[in-house]
C-alpha cells in the first residue's frame, strides 16, 4: 500500500549489489523527486553504458572503446602482462597506476566446488598473446585464495617452457599495516618472504 | 586512466545518497556486466519513474497516479490528516500499517537556519482540505527535531480555533527498546508522559 508507483523501481534497486530495501526506498525517493538534476542524467549514463560497453577483444576489460584505454596506449608494454581475475582487478590496479604494461582478465578463477574449468577462463587467449606478441613478462595477479592460487599454480604451469617469465604479487605485510591486526596467513607469508634489508 | 568508458556513470552513482566512489564502481562493473539480466530492466524502470511519478495534488506523496493510491482509497478516513514532513515519513507510516485516514506532506518543516518559512511548506493547502473535507482530526507525525516541534507547535496554533483536534505522535520508549541504550531526551519524554497502568 502507499507507493504503489515506486515499487517495481524499488524492488530492482534493492537487489543491486551494496543496496538492500531500506536504501533502495531512500534511493528511489531521491531519484523521484530530483527528476531533472539526477534521475534523467542518471538514465542517459545508463543508457550510454547499455549501448556503449563492451569487452576489450585483447584483454577482456569492460570500456566504450575496443580495443580498450589500456590496449589502445601507444605508451603501455605490450611485452608484460598483468593477468586479473575480473575487472575489478584490473580498475584497482590501474588506480594504483601500478602496472606500466597491458592486462589479461581471466573472467574468474579455476573453481570445483562451482565447476569451473580452464575451458570457462580466457586462458587459450592468453596464451595466444603471450606467443604472438612476444611478451617477456606475465604478472599473475590473482586473488590470494586457495582457487586463485590453485589458478596461478595452472597458469604457471601452462606457462611453463615458453620463453616467459612468469611472477606473482608479493605477499606481505600491507603498507600501513599493524602486525597486531593482521591474520596469521599474511604474517607467516611475511616471515617466510621475508628480505635483505 | 583504465576504465575511461565506464567513468561518467561511475561519477554520478558516487553522487547518489548511500554510494561512494567504491561501492558505485562496484555497481557499474556489476550493471555493465549483466546488461540484459540488470542494466536494461533498470533503464526501463527508470524511464517508467520519469514519466510515470507525479505528486499528489491532495496530500503531496510521490504516485504514478494522482490522486494517489492512498488518497484514491475509497476505504481511507478523509476525516482523519496525517501531517508528515516528507514522503519517507509517509511511505514509513504506510509500511507499519499504523495510519486509516490520509496523510498531507508538508514538503519539510521550518528553519530558521535554512530560511524556510510557513510559505515554503504546504501549510495553507493544509489548511484549506481541514475546512473543506470536514476533518475531526490532524495528526502531527512531524520529527522529533526542534525544527520538526516547532513547526508542529506552529501548525497548532495556525489549527486552533477551528473544529478539529490536533495531536502529536507519543513520545517515549520504543518497543523493544532497552532503557539502557536510550538517550536522555528520550527518557525523560517516556518518564514525564507516563501513563498508568
Redesign the interface.
Known sequence: ??????D??IR??A?????GPR?A?????????R?EE??????R??????R??RRCGLCG?????DP???CG?ERRDRGMICVVAD??G??AL??A?AHRGTYHVLGGVLSALDGIGPEDLAIERLLRRVAEDRVGEVILALPSTVDGQTTAHYLAERLAGRDVTVSGLARGVPVGGDLDYLDDGTLNAALSDRRPM
Chains 1, 2 share one sequence.
Open positions: 500500500m502507499g507507493a504503489t508507483g515506486l517495481p523501481l530492482l534497486l537487489r543491486l549489489p551494496g543496496l536504501s526506498r531512500r534511493l528511489a525517493l531521491h531519484l523521484a523527486t527528476r539526477v534521475l534523467e542524467p542518471l538514465v549514463a545508463l543508457q550510454e553504458t547499455a556503449g560497453i576489460n569492460l570500456d566504450t572503446a580498450c584505454a589500456v596506449d575487472v575489478a584490473l580498475w590501474e588506480r597506476a
